[in-house]
């Protein structure tokens, strides 16, 4: 059955039928649109046979953004670092996007060939499914982001995907996102005994080629 609520989203399919499956989650005032057309870039085996699934955000007001509706994952309502996730968005939009991964795995994906990954606020929301999501993913890629209450990860982060490999990647000039932002999530996932990984690259809020090529290597080593 399809969840009506379930969001809508942009597909891009193999030739064949599916046997792993990437959620991308795009960034603030984005949509689904905006990071398929990475997919040809990958370079992927055909023979690897994944699929990609890009949501679209809901439409909401953001409040740093004089209220204008945008598609956000969540609301920002202070440039505060500390505080700059609407921490009830965050958990809806997880709520919405675990819907996703739910609607694929019934479709015979099993959960350990999902790999979710997310771009600025995309990648708040796959940090914390990846952290909080009860069964085992293929892998967790945050791009240019930062995490939600990272001081809580302790007491709310599950044990299930620790052996999980965490893809984290930044831009050592992003001035959207100050790269210190992403490294420090980076180190959270660490000492709480996540399996995660860092590369910066010499870029802006942004991808790179070199980080598409990173990224490709990384799909098809955890898939």
Same mark, same amino acid.
């Given at each position: ?20 499956? #990437? ?13 398929? !057309?990475?997919? $040809? ?6 023979? +690897? ?5 890009? $949501? ?11 209220? *204008?509706? *945008?598609?956000?994952? %969540? ?21 919405? #996007? ?11 994906? !099993? ?9 600025? @606020?995309?990648? &708040? ?9 009860? /069964? ?9 982001? %930062? ?12 044990? &299930? ?8 990647? /930044? ?5 959207? #996102?100050? +790269? ?7 180190? #959270?996932?660490?000492?709480?005994? %996540?399996?995660? @990984?860092?590369?910066? %690259?010499? *870029?802006? /809020?942004?991808?790179? $080629? ?14």
């Amino acid at each position: 059955m399809i969840n009506e609520s379930e969001l809508p989203f942009v597909e891009v399919n193999p030739t064949s039928e599916p046997t792993a499956v #990437v959620i991308w989650l795009h960034g603030l005032g984005d949509s689904g649109n905006g990071f398929a !057309p990475i997919v $040809p870039e990958l370079r992927l085996p055909e023979s +690897m046979a994944v699929r990609f699934v890009f $949501p679209h955000a809901p439409v909401r007001p953001v409040t740093i953004n004089n209220g *204008m509706p *945008m598609r956000a994952w %969540y609301d920002i309502k202070t440039i505060d670092f500390n505080h700059r996730a609407d921490v009830q968005g965050v958990a809806e939009s997880s709520d919405s #996007v675990s819907a996703l991964i739910e609607a694929e795995h019934a479709k015979g994906i !099993p959960y350990d060939r999902i790999v979710i990954a997310g771009f600025s @606020q995309g990648g &708040v929301i796959a940090l914390n499914i990846g952290t909080r999501f009860p /069964h085992k993913l293929a892998g967790v890629m945050a791009l240019s982001t %930062y995490m939600c209450e990272p001081e809580k990860l302790s007491e709310k982060g599950l044990d &299930v995907n620790k052996d999980t490999e965490f893809f984290c990647a /930044h831009g050592q000039q992003d001035e959207v #996102v100050p +790269m210190f932002l992403g490294n420090t999530a980076f180190k #959270v996932l660490k000492e709480n005994g %996540y399996n995660a @990984q860092w590369k910066d %690259y010499l *870029m802006q /809020h942004n991808v790179c $080629p070199q980080e598409i090529a990173d990224i490709s290597s990384w799909i098809q080593k955890v898939l």
